[in-house]
């Protein structure tokens, strides 16, 4: 026995052709305009940024109308103008730099030392994790006190304040960025016969790079305030004082104008270490390797 099914017969649907659309959204290449191109520039965007706060600061100062408590900034950077062409703001400078640069190298070098006795054992990791617990916290400038008493009047105190600022900082980063690396490439290079001190270099460092540069940043950022502070505090190094120093003779001689020069000048030295420096670094690696956009 069979059953018929009656089926009516299926309508037959229209074609629809839509032609692809040559302009707006569908533009495939579109012509940047002069502003777009203005935009893309990051320094023409900071030089714009820099120039309204100093515009703001300017118009606040007239404002107020008292240089001896808020100088405008056209007064600002007369003094700054007139101590880098006396060569007072260079020279101290140069003092606080060569200071600056002594503690930094010997932080990071220890701090590269500590992270490699972290990562070779378990014992090395739980030494670098209590240290970083014990004495990250602390701030640099309270160990000044001390370190008068145990390196007595000159740079060996000043640098021993440094070093404290920079180590933990860079040790505690290029940890993190060695155990953030995939176990994926430590295997390939263990394929390739990479052990210990060669497995660090061609794998884990250029891995961790990212991280072990953030560190290198705070690090930096941290000994420079660190120094000001204890040249404010401790004063005269070696026969002559730095910027920290200058800037107290200036407030203690009520120039205030001066004294916002060489917080201008410290200001600068930082924009110049982050924006070059350490920009050019990171051109050069992290972004050229592609961990960056």
């Known amino acids: 026995m069979s059953i018929a099914l009656n089926q009516a017969p299926v309508p037959a649907r229209p074609e629809i052709i839509r032609e692809p659309a040559t302009s707006g959204f569908g533009a495939v290449q579109k012509p940047i305009s002069a502003w777009e191109s203005v935009y893309r520039l990051g320094f023409l965007r900071k030089a714009f940024i820099l120039i309204v706060l100093a515009v703001i600061w300017e118009i606040y100062g007239r404002w107020l109308d008292n240089p001896l408590l808020f100088p ?84 060996g105190s000043v640098i021993f304040v440094l070093v ?35 497995l660090v270099r061609h794998i884990l460092i250029p891995a961790a790079f990212p991280s072990i540069l953030t560190g290198l940043k705070v690090g930096w950022a941290f000994a420079w305030r660190t120094l000001i502070a204890a040249e404010l505090v401790f004063g005269v190094s070696s026969g002559s004082g730095g910027l920290g120093w200058f800037i107290f003779e200036n407030r203690n001689q009520l120039e205030t104008a001066n004294v916002f020069a060489g917080l201008f000048f410290v200001i600068i030295i930082g924009l110049f270490v982050e924006n070059v420096i350490f920009a050019n670094i990171e051109k050069r690696t992290i972004r050229r390797w592609g961990m960056q956009h």
């Open 72 to 155: 405008p900034f056209s007064e600002t950077a007369s003094a700054l103008v007139a101590n880098l062409l006396n060569g007072v703001i260079p020279e101290r400078a140069m003092v606080s730099l060569k200071t600056l640069a002594v503690g930094y190298v010997i932080g990071v070098v220890l701090a590269s030392l500590l992270t490699v006795v972290a990562i070779g054992s378990r014992i090395g990791t739980d030494l670098l994790e209590t240290l970083t617990a014990m004495f990250n916290p602390l701030p640099a400038i309270a160990l000044l006190p001390l370190a008068l008493i145990w390196f007595g009047l000159g740079s």
């Open 164 to 198: 404290h600022s920079v180590l933990w900082a860079i040790a505690l980063n290029t940890h993190a960025g060695f155990r953030s690396v995939s176990n994926t490439l430590k295997m390939v290079g263990l394929n390739y016969g990479l052990r210990n001190i060669s």
